[in-house]
């Protein structure tokens, strides 16, 4: 099948709906969409770190409208989808991270699990409505610890409270697919998207590889790592992103064909371990970054995790295209960028050209 990619023809005044336009990678989707033309509703939280992308990005000056805002709201989020009318819908709003979910499960179930069936129900009272993407994980998949990469009909599961509660996000995602837009002429079609560990500049957020790494680089202290043998699927933020938009213009041109979920991971040689992937950074950063052996005994994480994406390869065109050593580099060019206060817009809107670009 010929590569697909993002068609900035089709993304010319489409009006997007999109929750988490204040997380890491809702700040790239919304500065990619907004650069395309599309008139974006966000909906999210107000950022909880300091720096963050929505405001290193200027992302409200940029979109059309930004509610600050809960999704566990059924009102105000269905207020404000209805006020919105958009053509497509894409669902990132979520607590993302595993540690933070062993401590605060309940919140963590009712963002994931409630908010996507809000996000949902909308869907189903708005009639503009024509393609939506629900943003979910690699690590929805029962984890088996084998070295083989997880398709996309294989059981759900999850072990810790966020990976079990994006498992329940693919549930119900099928549930209202099933019950309320499987006819044929039902103008929403409904996909789900599952990527893997996700890396790029503006992530600041708490208990991630990356954003640990170059704090601790920034502040000339080793990085503690907790498991340097876990693999994991690592591919910059552009490539998942890249996947949604081609799976959202498929489902709305296409229809039924692509109502289903999606793996959207790096090619095989970038599932590596994290001590791999810091000393790339480590190479990458120079002045005398290090990492240790962090010594605490740590919550359960899977070791073992690749995802299997022949699917989206050969029936929607989709292909990863940098591999992990750019990633990095794209990565460490964009955080110096930062230090050095230039313009992140400009900055980043070259990375997603540059992307665009390469073969
Ligand atoms: N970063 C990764 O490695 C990765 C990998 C796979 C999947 N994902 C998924 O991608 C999506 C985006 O992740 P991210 O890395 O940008 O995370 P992030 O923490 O940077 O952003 C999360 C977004 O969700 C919003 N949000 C959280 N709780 C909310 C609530 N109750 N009401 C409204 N908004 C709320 C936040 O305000 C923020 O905008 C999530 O669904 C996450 O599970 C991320």
């Avoid at 000393?279 to 005994?297: F, H, P, Q, R, T």
Wanted: aromatic fraction near 10%; glycine fraction near 6%; hydrophobic fraction near 40%.
């Amino acid at each position: 099948m010929k590569s697909a990619h993002v068609d900035p023809l089709f993304w010319k005044d489409k009006k997007v709906f999109l929750t988490g336009h204040t997380g890491f990678k809702g700040g790239w989707l919304s500065l990619w969409l907004a650069s395309m033309g599309a008139k974006v509703t966000g909906y999210a939280l107000a950022p909880n770190t300091t720096p963050n992308l929505f405001h290193v990005l200027a992302i409200d000056s940029m979109i059309e409208k930004s509610h600050i805002a809960d999704i566990r709201d059924l009102a105000g989020l269905q207020k404000a989808m209805s006020m919105a009318k958009p053509d497509v819908v894409i669902h990132m709003a979520a607590q993302p991270l595993v540690r933070y979910s062993y401590v605060n499960p309940v919140e963590t179930y009712a963002t994931n699990v409630m908010g996507t069936v809000h996000v949902l129900d909308g869907t189903r009272t708005i009639e503009s409505v024509r393609a939506t993407v629900v943003v979910t994980t690699d690590k929805c998949y029962e984890n088996k610890e084998w070295v083989w990469g997880y398709r996309e009909n294989e059981p759900m599961g999850g072990y810790d409270p966020y990976s079990n509660s994006k498992g329940c996000a693919e549930l119900v995602t099928a549930a209202y697919r099933q019950s309320y837009f499987s006819a044929p002429n039902s103008s929403n079609k409904i996909a789900s998207a599952r990527a893997g560990n996700v890396i790029g500049g503006g992530d600041w957020s708490e208990d991630r590889l990356i954003p640990d790494a170059i704090k601790a680089f920034e502040a000339n202290k080793p990085l503690l790592i907790r498991n340097p043998i876990a693999t994991r699927p690592w591919q910059h933020v552009l490539e998942p992103l890249s996947g949604y938009l081609i799976l959202a213009q498929a489902l709305f041109e296409q229809g039924s064909a692509f109502t289903s979920g999606w793996n959207f991971g790096p090619c095989d040689e970038d599932n590596r371990a994290v001590q791999e992937v810091v000393e790339l950074v480590i190479s990458n950063w120079g002045d005398g970054a290090c990492w240790e052996k962090e010594g605490l005994e740590q919550p359960h994480e899977a070791s073992l995790l690749k995802l299997d994406c022949t699917k989206a390869r050969t029936q929607l065109g989709w292909i990863p295209k940098w591999s992990l050593e750019t990633a990095i580099q794209k990565i460490v060019q964009w955080q110096k960028a930062f230090q050095a206060k230039e313009n992140m817009q400009e900055v980043s809107l070259a990375q997603i050209n540059h992307y665009l670009n390469a073969k």
